[in-house]
Nanobody, 122 residues
Framework: QVQLVESGGGLVQAGDSLRLSCAVPGRTFSSLAMAWFRQAPGKEREFVVG???????DYADSAKGRFSISRDNAKNTVYLQMNSLKPDDTGVYFCAAGADTAFLRRREYLYWGQGTQVTVSS
């Protein structure tokens, strides 16, 4: 079982920045693909960005140019830097972990965090 612990959510104004963190205790982190998903009120959960075990990244169109994912294998942590936030970015952000096949498909991630709320006011 892989545990994911998210942090960094909060209430910000449009145009502000926020950084989310997801810690993955244990020895398997470097072999995992990691991703961030989000779910807005009344909407389905959607893919935001992913990073494969080797470091390659994949961004949803909504995240390109504003969001950046990075991983620190020494700290077993993945980060999501979000800049120029918009009210449409509001939602619960979930960290996910899985095999690189999940990265390629943007789905079928096996492990999920509890979610962290991000609210962007206009």
């Amino acid at each position: 079982q892989v545990q994911l612990v998210e942090s960094g959510g909060g209430l910000v104004q449009a145009g502000d920045s926020l950084r989310l963190s997801c810690a993955v205790p244990g020895r398997t982190f470097s072999s995992l693909a990691m991703a961030w998903f989000r779910q807005a009120p009344g909407k389905e959960r959607e893919f935001v960005v992913g990073v494969r075990s080797g470091g390659g990244t994949d961004y949803a169109d909504s995240a390109k140019g504003r969001f950046s994912i990075s991983r620190d294998n020494a700290k077993n942590t993945v980060y999501l830097q979000m800049n120029s936030l918009k009210p449409d970015d509001t939602g619960v952000y979930f960290c996910a972990a899985g095999a690189d096949t999940a990265f390629l498909r943007r789905r079928e991630y096996l492990y999920w965090g509890q979610g962290t709320q991000v609210t962007v006011s206009s």
